[in-house]
C-alpha cells in the first residue's frame, strides 16, 4: 500500500507544534507515508519546498491546482504544471477545472441527481465545455511526457463535479482523463459513497482517503465507509496511491500518525 498525505498538513503542523518542517517530514516518513501531494503554487512560491521533501525521503504522489478553465486558456498553466511534475517525478497531475458562478450554481444543486436535465444543462454550457476541453488538452499533453491528468469530485457546491453525475459528464467527455476518488466528497449531494465507487471503478487512479464528521477527524473514525472502498481496492490489485486528507484537523502531527496506522492496518 501506498500512503502520501497532503503537503499542506505538513505546514499546518509546523503552526500548531512549532516544530521544524524537516523533523516533521521524518514522522511522516516514520508513520509509513511515503509521499506527498502538493499543490503547484506551494511549489511555485516557495522554492525550497522541492528540497525538504527530497532531502526527507519522500516522493512526489501528485501535484494538484485551480484552474480557470471556463474562462481563460489555460495552455502556459498546463504546461508548467506538467514541468514541475516532470522536474519532481510525480506520475500525476490533478487538475481542478474551475467553478461556476450565479443562477448556474443553482441549476446545478437543482439538477445534479438528475442525470438527463444535468446532461442536457452541461451540453449547452459553454464554460462547462471549454472546461472539458482543458482537460482534454492537459491530457493530450501529458500522455507525451508520461503523466496522468486527474481531476476529482470536488466539495464545492459550485464545482460541475461535486457529485455523481457531474463526475459522469466529464468522464464520458473527457475519455483519457483519470479519476481521484475522493471518499468523503459525495456527501456534498447526500450520495452513495459505494454506489459512486462502483460506477467509477475502471477510472480511478488515485484515492483521496478523506473521512467526515462534524469537525475534521483522523481516517476511520467518520462515518465515510472508507475501509471497504480501500479494501476493494487493494483486493483488485489498484496500485496507486492513497491519501491522506484532513484539512483544518486540531492536530495534525496526530492525525497524519493515526490515519495512516488506520490504513496500514487494512
Known amino acids: 500500500m501506498k500512503l502520501s498525505v497532503f503537503y499542506d498538513h505538513i505546514v499546518e503542523a509546523q503552526e500548531q507544534t512549532g516544530k521544524d518542517i524537516h523533523s516533521i517530514l521524518k514522522y511522516v516518513k516514520e508513520c509509513g507515508i511515503d509521499a506527498l501531494e502538493v499543490r503547484l503554487s506551494h511549489l511555485q512560491e516557495d522554492e525550497e ?3 525538504r521533501i527530497k532531502n526527507a525521503g519522500l516522493s512526489v ?11 481563460a486558456d489555460e495552455t502556459e498553466k498546463i504546461k508548467a504544471h506538467l514541468d514541475m511534475a516532470k522536474e519532481l517525478s510525480s506520475p500525476n497531475i490533478m487538475i481542478v477545472p474551475g467553478f461556476l458562478e450565479g443562477g ?16 442536457s444543462f452541461f451540453d449547452s454550457h459553454d464554460e462547462v465545455k471549454r472546461m472539458a476541453e482543458g482537460l482534454n488538452k ?10 496522468t491528468v486527474l481531476f476529482e469530485d470536488f466539495d464545492d457546491f459550485s464545482s460541475p463535479m461535486s457529485g455523481i453525475n457531474g ?16 471518499c468523503g466528497n459525495f456527501i456534498m449531494h447526500d450520495e452513495d459513497v459505494l454506489l459512486a465507487f462502483d460506477k467509477f471503478f475502471p477510472r480511478i487512479k488515485h484515492v483521496h482517503c478523506k473521512d ?50 488506520f490504513l496500514k492496518s487494512l
Open 49 to 51: 519546498a522541492a528540497g
Open 61 to 71: 504522489s501528485c501535484i494538484f491546482e485551480f484552474y480557470d478553465m471556463g474562462k
Open 104 to 119: 448556474d450554481v443553482d441549476k446545478l444543486k437543482e439538477y445534479m441527481k438528475d442525470e438527463a436535465k444535468l446532461y
Open 138 to 147: 492537459a491530457v493530450a499533453m501529458g500522455k507525451e511526457m508520461g503523466i
Open 167 to 182: 463526475v459522469a459528464w466529464f468522464l464520458d467527455n473527457c475519455p483519457g482523463v483519470s479519476f481521484t476518488f475522493d
Open 212 to 261: 467526515r464528521s462534524a469537525e475534521a477527524i483522523p481516517v476511520g473514525d467518520g462515518r465515510i465507509p472508507i475501509k471497504e472502498v480501500v479494501t476493494r481496492l487493494v483486493e483488485s490489485g489498484y496500485d496507486g496511491y492513497f491519501a491522506i486528507e484532513h484539512f483544518d484537523a486540531k492536530d495534525q502531527m496526530g492525525f497524519m500518525g493515526k490515519s495512516a496506522m
